[in-house]
């Protein structure tokens, strides 16, 4: 009995918190299709009219601005090159200290050191350095960036993955004449896949999301990054559109990321078989 109404009152606390997490974003959704003036009256009801034009005007951007894709675009090449660059070289490092010795795999708490420093105490740094080498507005210059923010991260998760991995099948490729990199190559990665997936989903979504290294790095307007660009439909000189044209940009901005998990979910699922086979 107490065991039932224990069970009972923890999925009233998960609808509430569900219920409290959904409300907000139904309406963001529903605000995309309001005009401004609807919003301000009614914030989180039903629209009147469904204002279509607000996603056009979010598309096209303001007057005095650039359309929304082009900033998508730059924000695209970055987070692109950063989890590129970031997954392949975690992934490896992961790997490579769970099956070096003991001295080397100590790097380890290097990398966990680097997730603990605040990413502020950066920003001097980075700007003069990219100063240095000419990378400022340069998307791939701050792919690289975004890159070595994710790198820690992405060692730490992946070398706990591996440190569970099944060592039986890397001494059987071993045994079979493989080296170990075919090894890693041909059996280890295909079979985390999965794993590989979720990581490069966290860090991409943190990554298209990403404000402050993009407003101190990517001085000229057509370098922006999509967060940028979304600044700019927002202020004192935006014309009548205004509200209903900031939500049906969020929503646009969150497209993206929503076929990324779907996508993603897909790989989830063939790594999961794949490992099964092998």
């Known amino acids: 009995m107490i065991s039932r109404m224990i069970s009972s009152i923890g999925v009233l606390l998960l609808v509430a918190w569900a219920i409290a997490e959904l409300l907000p974003v139904i309406a963001s959704l529903l605000s995309a299709f309001k005009s401004s003036n609807d919003i301000l009256l009614n914030p989180i009801g039903i629209p009147k009219r469904f204002v279509w034009a607000n996603f056009a005007h979010a598309w096209s ?14 924000s695209a090449i970055a987070v692109g090159v950063g989890v590129g660059v970031g997954m392949s070289v975690g992934t490896c490092a992961g790997y490579a200290l769970v099956r070096s010795s003991r001295s080397v795999a100590l790097l380890n708490r290097y990398f966990v050191v680097l997730l603990t420093a605040p990413g502020i105490v950066t920003w001097v740094p980075l700007f003069s350095l990219m100063s240095s080498f000419n990378l400022l507005s340069n998307r791939f210059g701050l792919g690289l960036v975004y890159a070595a923010f994710v790198t820690p991260l992405v060692t730490v998760l992946m070398r706990s ?72 439909l927002k202020g004192q000189f935006i014309d009548d559109y205004g509200y209903g044209a900031q939500y049906a940009a969020l929503l646009l901005a969150i497209l993206p990321i929503i076929a990324m998990f779907a996508i993603v979910q897909r790989r989830i699922t063939d790594g999961m078989r794949l490992g099964a086979l092998r």
């Open 161 to 232: 993955y591996f440190a569970a991995f099944p060592l039986d099948l890397i001494e059987a490729a071993v045994i079979d004449g493989a080296s170990e990199t075919r090894a890693f190559l041909r059996i280890v990665l295909p079979t985390s896949v999965g794993v590989m997936s979720v990581v490069a989903l966290i860090q991409a979504i943190w990554l298209w999301n990403e404000l402050a290294l993009a407003v101190i790095l990517m001085i000229d307007p057509r370098s922006q990054t999509l967060p940028l660009g979304m600044l700019q």
């Open 61 to 74: 951007g303001p007057h005095f601005g650039m359309p929304l894709w082009r900033y998508a675009i730059n």
